[in-house]
C-alpha cells in the first residue's frame, strides 16, 4: 500500500477562494482524521470519521471549514471562503478502529491563503 | 485524554542512547501511551506504544514506570535521521481509532 495520499502537497490561493484538500486513506482502514498544523497551535485535530460516518468535529474552526467522505477511500476537506489565518500544513490520517492500533499520516498539504 | 508533559528540547551525540522522558501523571486505567516523532516537513510517523510492561521494537525501546505517571522512550543508537520532534500521547486507543491530541512535543537534536 502507498500510504496515505494527500493532494495536492501545496496549494497557493488568494483569500476569499474556495479549497479543497483530498485524502486518500490506507485501503481497509476505517477511521479517517484532517489535522492542522502550524507553528503557534502546534498540531490540532479537526474533525474524525468512523467508517464514514463523522464522529467529532469539534475541532473544526468555524463554518468555513466542511469535510465529507463519501465512500471509504476518499475525503475531502473544504474551505470556503478562505482566509489568510487559514494557512498551514493539513495532515489526513487513517487507522483501523478498535484496540491499540496505530495511525499512519499523509505527507500533508502546505495551503498558502494570500 | 490524559495531559503529558514533556521537555521543550533535548540534544544526543549521534551514536548514543537517545532517552526521552515523559510524565503522565493523571493517565488513566485504560490510557496507553504512544510515541510519534516528527521530522521536518514530514507527517508524523508511529514510533511504539505500551499499557503497562515495557515494549520493544525495531525502532526504540519504552519503558513505562510500574504507577504508570511516567516514562521514557529509548532510541538505542540516535543517528543524524532520528533529528525530529517526538510526541508523547496517553490516549485509550479504542471504540473510534485514536483520536489523538498532540502537545508541543520534545525537539531532539542528534549532533554529529
Known amino acids: 500500500d502507498a500510504g496515505v495520499i494527500q493532494s495536492p502537497r501545496h496549494e497557493v490561493t488568494e483569500m476569499g477562494q474556495e479549497v479543497t484538500l483530498r485524502c486518500k486513506p490506507i485501503?481497509?482502514?476505517?477511521?479517517l482524521f484532517w489535522y492542522r498544523q502550524t507553528m503557534m497551535r502546534g498540531l490540532e485535530l479537526l474533525i474524525y470519521?468512523?467508517?464514514?460516518?463523522?464522529?467529532?468535529d469539534s475541532g473544526m474552526p468555524e463554518d468555513r471549514f466542511s469535510a465529507k467522505m463519501p465512500n471509504a477511500s476518499f475525503s475531502t476537506l473544504k474551505i470556503q471562503p478562505s482566509e489568510p489565518r487559514d494557512s498551514a500544513v493539513y495532515f489526513c490520517?487513517?487507522?483501523?478502529?478498535?484496540?491499540?492500533?496505530?495511525?499512519?499520516f499523509g505527507q500533508g498539504t502546505r495551503l498558502t491563503v494570500v | 485524554d490524559a495531559k503529558t508533559t514533556q521537555p521543550p528540547s533535548m540534544d544526543c551525540a549521534e551514536g548514543r542512547a537517545a532517552n526521552l522522558p515523559c510524565n503522565h501523571s493523571?493517565?488513566?486505567?485504560?490510557?496507553?501511551v504512544y510515541w510519534y516523532r516528527q521530522i521536518h516537513s514530514q507527517g508524523p510517523q508511529y514510533i511504539i506504544h505500551?499499557?503497562?510492561n515495557n515494549e520493544t521494537n525495531e525502532m526504540a525501546s519504552l519503558i513505562i514506570t510500574e504507577d504508570r505517571k511516567s516514562s521514557t522512550l529509548i532510541l538505542p543508537h540516535a543517528t543524524l535521521r532520528d533529528t525530529a520532534v517526538y510526541y508523547c500521547?496517553?490516549?485509550?486507543?479504542?471504540?473510534?481509532?485514536?483520536?489523538?491530541?498532540f502537545g508541543p512535543g520534545t525537539r531532539l537534536s542528534v549532533l554529529p
Open positions: 505500551g499499557l503497562k
Open positions: 470519521f468512523n467508517n464514514n460516518v463523522p464522529i467529532d
Open positions: 490520517a487513517s487507522s483501523l478502529t478498535g484496540g491499540n492500533t496505530e495511525a499512519f
Open positions: 500521547i496517553a490516549d485509550p486507543g479504542i471504540n473510534y481509532g485514536q483520536n489523538f491530541v
Open positions: 493523571t493517565i488513566s486505567g485504560n490510557e496507553y
Open positions: 485501503s481497509g482502514h476505517n477511521s
